[in-house]
């Protein structure tokens, strides 16, 4: 158990049972296929299509050992089918692909490399014209061990860029499709998705201090959802006044897009703390002249290890930049004190505030709040694959936060 104590603030007490979702039964293990029987990754009989039930559930198992580590198998395979239900990826805005062989029959047939993605919603925005649109967001690419370093996973990837243009998205097409690499920037650079802006700011967790009073007050489900709204409002007006003959886009901070990362949140300190937390983030100041930061908790390390375990700032919001310097800054520190208590309640190692704008960087190191800069080059490397004319690197991804990871 952590030294610290978690508090029990939803009223559920000490139940980390999700056993009344539906459990994902346990998949036979896959069929075995001697991988120099295979065809090459060059192949025409090889096939980019989706996964049978039971073909997801294997691939979860293989999967839970990296990205589950917090979890028992069990509960990691009840989150993934749970992941499929919650805004955003419900009512199919999920998709979960494979790279098999064509003429074999699902179920009985080699997963050579998978992954999933997911429909969000986006806009891009030149000299003032807006377009609305789709932008898939792709995770957990995937090849099991033994199939690997066969090209599989490359060309899973060349044909799902291009299948994606087109996937879900109406005659106009998707605007464009992000992931964040943890294997650095040339793999998925080498298929078209280049490599943008990816780094953070990384502050410690640090218990409250006996009599400070906060300038910011929690934020708790119930006010995401204003929040969000002004959000997407203001981030709206600023892409339409950037009137410079570049391409600015942005994946939109609506509310479904925060509860996607909540209900993961959830579904995680449900099972590793038996309750869930109630502080979402923290706001200061006036209507209109508000700043505040919305988070969630995420974890790899679970209650065995700190390391992997972070407090992730979805997205940071200054509603009038124009506002004295000072006041902007100590509604900021009061934030993050905030974050820095929950952090420490909750587990996690360390506070990660990613790609913060400049005004944003500029009002942290005012806080005097102790922090590193990190410029990632291997893990969580935000790319974009862009599907209208001129190269990505002429776009301008703004509001490139941890919100629009998936
Ligand atoms: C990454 C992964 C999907 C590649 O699958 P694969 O089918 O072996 O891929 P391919 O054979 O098409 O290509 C292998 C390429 O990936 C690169 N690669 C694999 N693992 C890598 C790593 N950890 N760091 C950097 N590059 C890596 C190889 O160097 C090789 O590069 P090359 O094309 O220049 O030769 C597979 O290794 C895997 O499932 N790893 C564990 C999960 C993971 O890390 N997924 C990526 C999450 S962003």
Sequence with gaps: MPSTAIPTTNGEGNNNNVSHLVPVPIPEPAPN?????????????????????AERARTWRLTHPMWGPALTEKDYLAREAYLTTVPLARNGGITHWILTVRDMPPDARPVLSSCESIRKKAISVRDGKVTEGVCHGIASVFTDPVYRGRGYASRMMSELGRVLKGWQAGEEGALFSVLYSDIGKQFYAKHGWAPFESSHVAIRPRKREEGVKEVAVPIGYHELAELACVDERLLRKDLASRRDGRTH??????????????????????????????????VAGKPGQRVWAIWMRGYYGGLKKMEGNTLHVLRVVVEDENRPNEELVDGLRSIIRIAQHEAAEWFAQEIHVWNPPPKVKFLIEKTGIEFEFVNRDKDSIASLMWYSEGPAEEVNWVANEKYAWC
Excluded: N, Q, Y
Excluded at 36 to 53: F, G, M, V
């Design 33 to 53: 296929f001697d991988p120099s029987t295979l065809p090459d990754a060059s192949s025409p009989s090889l096939i980019l299509t989706h996964p049978t039930p």
């Design 249 to 282: 886009v942005a994946l939109l901070p609506e509310l479904d897009a925060f509860l996607w990362h909540m209900m993961r949140e959830d579904f995680m300190t449900k099972c590793i703390f038996g309750r869930t937390p109630t502080v979402r983030g923290a």
